[in-house]
């Protein structure tokens, strides 16, 4: 899938940064909906068990890695393909009690390759405005910040 890199498998500062599987669907799910910080909607759930599994299983369109420590998943990232072969970085996240140990910054570091190695030159990151700490990595991996928006959303039931 990633060139030839599909079990995925990167050491750093002993934390193992993989691809994600539908084993991981349950724990990753209960993270995106209990953050505050990811849902960015202010009640109810911001991610569906099949928006998840779509995410996990559709390969070509999206990239979605686990870091883990001992066994355990401490952050992850997702990225979704815009139009063909750009990147949106939608999410990444680190457990409250593992920051400031380069897991985020190693994820980042990751998806930098897998995506050069799809011949990708262009990402595009999104990031709450009150967020400084992922601002700040941002702009640490060279990303440039964008004007000032606004998005809207609309939940259908």
Known sequence: LYGNHTK?????????????????????????????????????????KSWLAEVIKEKKRNIFLIAEKDGIIVGFLIAHRIPDK???????????????????????????KIIKLLGSNFSLGLVLPGNKKMQGL???????????????YKERK
């Open 8 to 48: 995925l498998t990167c050491m750093i500062f002993e934390m193992k940064i993989r691809i994600a599987n539908m084993n991981d669907a349950s724990e990753i799910y209960n993270l995106l909906n209990n953050t505050h910080e990811l849902r960015g909607f202010s009640e109810g759930e911001a991610y569906s």
């Open 86 to 112: 750009d990147f949106l970085l939608n999410d990444v996240y680190v457990k409250p009690e593992f920051r400031g140990q380069g897991i985020a910054d190693g994820l980042m570091l990751q998806f930098d």
């Open 138 to 152: 941002f702009e640490k991996r060279h990303y440039k910040r964008g004007h000032t928006f606004y998005y809207y």
